[in-house]
């Protein structure tokens, strides 16, 4: 190679190897390669071997020529040509057609290319087994190429050939990543079905608890969600998440209390190749597969105390660094966390950080446990029996035992929501098992979940039978609780009842009900 030969080849390969975006690439080579070879036009194809089917990757070409940008300039007829030469000669690869018109191989392209008065010079590429490639460079007017500009081009044949196997690759990466990122959209939207798509008690016990997440949602402030193990902190969450701009991003959720005090760290931070023992690849934590979305921090109290200091880092300065990385990873998320334990006396304690704890304490929402809104109960038991029967494929439910209601009303519910859907999945299995069983049962609530709080008010086991009248009372008296006395009009007793006003006063007077100012004043 001469020094001018070597330079060229130099500078060509910068360009060729420098850029993975074909276009750009084949754009700069176009520009450097015309000032030696005379060039109206440079393109790239490649041909499956196995799936006959030619793709032009990308044409650069002067607006002049006017070549169909659409034409495929490979066909299989041309193929099976090239591939007969290169057998006979493997080193026969390039080739120059300064007459397409009288060339049997070159009539091919030149018609495909729309019969122009051109030249052509070409490298056949090889990419893989399956796949073969081209990169042509064409001239407007026959006899345009000599023998120097074959030799000249030809250098470029294996940097044209490695920068065709990247691209491919490349485009391949770009592919799998779309794929991953459609994935993700869909299994977000499926677990936002399976848990807390939809909330009961919007309208009644969760109220007041709807109306903080209304305010907060639209904003990526952080939410410390409190409340008793089981009352739907996580539908909670969820609902934040899913109603707030960053409902196309990533919901990541992490139970705080699950994971081993040896791996939290690397769990959420994430740990780079040889970080320690075992670390055999670089992994990304929850914090950094949240980016974009929301990150739920459940069960926060648990978070060990040397955590909690790496917490507090993420939240001033909203980046991570990895467990043996040498630099900070910027992270846009919105932090939710919750607990059901008092944070104030674990500060008090020592056992939680209090800078933490004014940290996270931002935009507290408190969610009341089940038993101080049991007028959500019956709605609830409707959702789980309908939810539940789908889950199980039951074709039939039966109705629900007469006066049941009344024994669920008075429960203590110390496992909340989550104990309330355990006993409808209990009744409802029990209930298939038992095809001649008239009415779906609830009875013994599950007392072996070692949950720490107060035993159940009443047992279910064996509850005490209300009279159809004194039901009827409480169920009344705890409607018009719930609407501030009001008995007529929207959101009035009667509406939510199902009843006219009227019949619901009678019936009020008959059992005794006090309502009016009387009702207010008690
Ligand atoms: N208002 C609601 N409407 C419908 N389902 C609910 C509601 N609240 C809770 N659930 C259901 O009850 C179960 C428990 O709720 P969730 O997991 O959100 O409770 P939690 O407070 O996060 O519990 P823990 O403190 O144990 O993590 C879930 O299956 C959830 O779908």
Known sequence: MTSKEQDFFYQATMRICGNLNLDAMLSDCYAFIEKFIPTNALIMALYNLEAKISDALSIVADPELDLNMKTMPLTSEAITHFKNLEKKDPMHSNFIINNPREDPVGKIGWEALGKKEISYIFSLLKVGEEKM?????VAKGYNRYSRHDLELFSLLRGPFAIAMANA??????????????????????QMSKAVGDEMIGKEFGLRDVMEMVRQVAPLSSQVLLLGETGVGKEVI???????SARSNGPFIKVNCGAIPESLVDSELFGHEKGAFTGAVKQRRGCFERAHGGTIFLDEIGELPLKVQVRLLRVLQMREIERIGGARPVPVDI????????????????????????????????????LRHRKMDIPALINFFVLRKSKEMNLLVTNKLEPGCMEKLQKYHWPGNVRELENI????????????????LRFDGPNRSSGQNVAAPAVSLASPPVLKMDAAMKNHIESVLDLTNGKIQGDHGAASLLGLPPSTLRNRMRKLGVIYGKARKGR
Request: hydrophobic share 40%; net charge positive; no cysteine.
């Open 133 to 137: 490639g081209l990169v042509a460079l």
């Open 168 to 189: 491919q690759k490349h485009q391949e990466v770009i592919r799998l990543k779309e794929i991953l990122a459609d994935d993700n959209r869909y299994l977000t939207r």
């Open 237 to 243: 969450a969820n609902t934040i998440h899913h109603t």
């Open 334 to 369: 919105r932090i939710i966390t919750a607990t059901h334990r008092d944070l104030p006396a674990m500060v008090r304690k020592g056992t939680f950080r209090e800078d933490l704890w004014f940290r996270l304490n931002v935009f507290p929402i408190t969610i009341p446990p």
């Open 424 to 439: 409808v999945e209990r009744a409802l299995i029990r209930s298939s098992a038992n095809p001649e069983e008239k009415y």
